[in-house]
C-alpha cells in the first residue's frame, strides 16, 4: 500500500517562508513525475509545481513562479515545496501527488494524493 505524508503547513504572516514535505512510503517499484497542489477556500484545486523523475526539469504556476521552489530527494523518496514571500492568497491545502509505477511486472503508473497539509497566510 503506497502512501504519501505531507508535513510543514501552517500559519505564517505575509511575506514569510514555509518548506513542504511529502513522503511516499510502501510497496512501490519506481517513481515518475511528483507535484504540488493547492485548493484554497471555495476554489478549485490546481496545480502549483511539478517535477519530472530525475528532477531536472520544472513548472510552476504562474502566480509562484519566482516565489516557490519543487525539489526531491530520490534517495528519500520525497518531494519538498520551498514557499517564500507568502501572500494572503496562498492560503490553501497542499496537496502533493506522485505518479509510481507499484509493480516492475507492469508498466502502468497510477497516480497517488496525499491528505493535505493546511498553509494559512494572515497578519
Known amino acids: 500500500q503506497v502512501q504519501l505524508v505531507e508535513s510543514g503547513g501552517g500559519l505564517v504572516q505575509p511575506g514569510g517562508s514555509l518548506r513542504l514535505s511529502c513522503a511516499t512510503s510502501g510497496s512501490f517499484f519506481s517513481i515518475n513525475a511528483m507535484a504540488w497542489y493547492r485548493q484554497g477556500p471555495g476554489k478549485e484545486r490546481e496545480l502549483v509545481a511539478s517535477?519530472?523523475?530525475?528532477?531536472?526539469?520544472?513548472n510552476y504556476a504562474d502566480s509562484v513562479k519566482g516565489r516557490f521552489t519543487i525539489s526531491r530527494d530520490n534517495a528519500q523518496n520525497t518531494v519538498y515545496l520551498q514557499m517564500s514571500n507568502l501572500k494572503p492568497e496562498d492560503t490553501a491545502v497542499y496537496y502533493c501527488n506522485a505518479n509510481i509505477q507499484t509493480s516492475m511486472f507492469s508498466s502502468i503508473f497510477t497516480r497517488f494524493w496525499g491528505q493535505g497539509t493546511l498553509v494559512t497566510v494572515s497578519s
Open positions: 517535477v519530472t523523475s530525475t528532477g531536472s526539469t520544472t
